[in-house]
């Protein structure tokens, strides 16, 4: 049996990768995919929390944690067709006004 | 069912889950970013099953690697990525974002080293025959409201989603 806290120091690594590329990337698109990075590094902290005590209310959230995250993937990628479609550009550095 | 070797399977997923986590970071294309990511979601999956949630390591592979990435993959293919590589990969905030990750690693060292009373001794053996049936009834019965406030939110995100990319509204 692997101890809870090697799943504990895998979910801080995953959540450090998505924070470390969240801040140094300029795609918009993978500035996504590192949010998306972090979101399964805290589920997998709940899972293996929800193993440890023997309780499904981690399990449950981490339900619930996924339709947040399904929701945000939706909107958040309108987004960027939008934003792609009147700047015809990606890049973050570059679409740091809301207005035109 | 008696687990079997689940060192030598959580070394290798979780090693899986890492490659494919520095190689969403550092690659140029945002497809193999993608992949990458997908790669990362499948072996957290298969870390689910070894904490034996069988029912969540279901949903992360259909609605995460099935539903997600492909709208990912999509939306990737709508815009002009061409373009995009021969752009800078990195801002230059990089110092920022090591600064940021290291803390965030010695915090989480720190939770892990003061609050021993957090964390429990022993492990409380989870049945994994009838997960999918205990969560259906926690989920309708004692977290009905978060359930229904869930759905109300998708169709919030569904009618964003279309107003955001549509031409003309």
Avoid at chain 1, 21 to 49: D, P, Q, W, Y
């Amino acid at each position: 049996m692997v101890p809870l806290s090697y799943y504990l120091v895998l979910s801080g690594i995953l959540f450090a990768c998505g924070v470390t590329g969240f801040l140094i990337k300029r795609n918009i698109i993978t500035i996504f995919m590192s949010i998306e990075l972090m979101l399964n590094g805290v589920n997998l902290s709940f899972v293996a929390f929800a193993a440890q005590w023997g309780k499904l209310s981690g399990q449950i959230f981490v339900f619930f944690v996924m339709v947040v995250a399904a929701a945000e993937a939706a909107v958040g990628l309108a987004i960027i067709i939008a934003v792609y479609r009147t700047r015809e550009t990606l890049n973050v550095d570059q679409v740091n006004l809301l207005k035109l | 069912m008696q687990p079997v070797a689940t060192t030598f399977f959580f070394y290798l997923l979780s090693g899986a889950a890492i490659l494919g986590g520095v190689l969403v970071i550092t690659r140029k294309n945002p497809v193999h970013s993608a992949l990458a990511l997908i790669m990362t979601l499948l072996a957290q999956a298969g870390l689910y099953l070894m904490l034996y949630a069988p029912f969540v390591a279901g949903v992360q592979i259909i609605l995460y690697a099935g539903g997600i990435m492909v709208l990912f993959l999509f939306v990737i293919m709508l815009v002009n990525i061409e373009k995009v590589q021969k752009q800078e990969q990195f801002n230059k905030q990089w110092l920022v974002g090591i600064v940021a990750a290291a803390a965030l690693g010695v915090l989480f060292v720190l939770v892990y080293m003061k609050g021993e009373s957090l964390f429990p001794k022993h492990v409380v053996r989870l049945a994994e025959e009838s997960n999918t049936q205990e969560i259906a009834v926690l989920l309708y019965g004692q977290y009905m409201f978060a359930f229904e406030i869930a759905s109300l939110l998708l169709l919030v995100a569904i009618i964003g989603a279309v107003v955001m990319a549509k031409k003309r509204i």
